[in-house]
């Protein structure tokens, strides 16, 4: 916790910005599947805001959403380039 309070004070964080610090921290844990389930939901594995008990969490669900849509853009981006630099790639024979 103390890191936590240290990382708040110089990055000027909200206490939303350290309730989703916190949550990530828990689904990146080594605990076990019931004590995530006790802390962040039974539906904690889900992605997006299905994942997000707002009242466990206190992450709002627009912020998770944000979250989830930008990763998947992201992803999205990650494939068009591989893909892209697969064709191109076929066409190039290297001896």
């Known amino acids: 916790m103390e890191e936590y309070s240290i990382a708040a004070q110089i990055w000027k964080l909200s206490?939303?910005?350290?309730?989703?610090?916190?949550?990530?921290?828990?689904l990146m844990s080594g605990?076990?599947?019931e004590v995530k389930k006790a802390w962040l939901?039974?539906?904690?594995?889900?992605?997006?805001?299905?994942?997000?008990?707002?009242c466990r969490s206190n992450v709002p669900n627009i912020r998770i959403g944000h979250r989830y849509d930008v990763l998947c853009e992201e992803l999205h981006l990650l494939k068009?380039?591989?893909?892209?630099?697969?064709?191109?790639n076929d066409g190039v024979h290297s001896f």
């Open 31 to 33: 605990y076990p599947d």
């Open 41 to 54: 939901g039974k539906n904690y594995k889900e992605a997006g805001i299905a994942g997000n008990d707002i």
């Open 80 to 88: 068009v380039a591989y893909h892209s630099r697969q064709e191109k």
């Open 15 to 26: 206490s939303i910005d350290m309730c989703e610090i916190a949550r990530n921290s828990v």
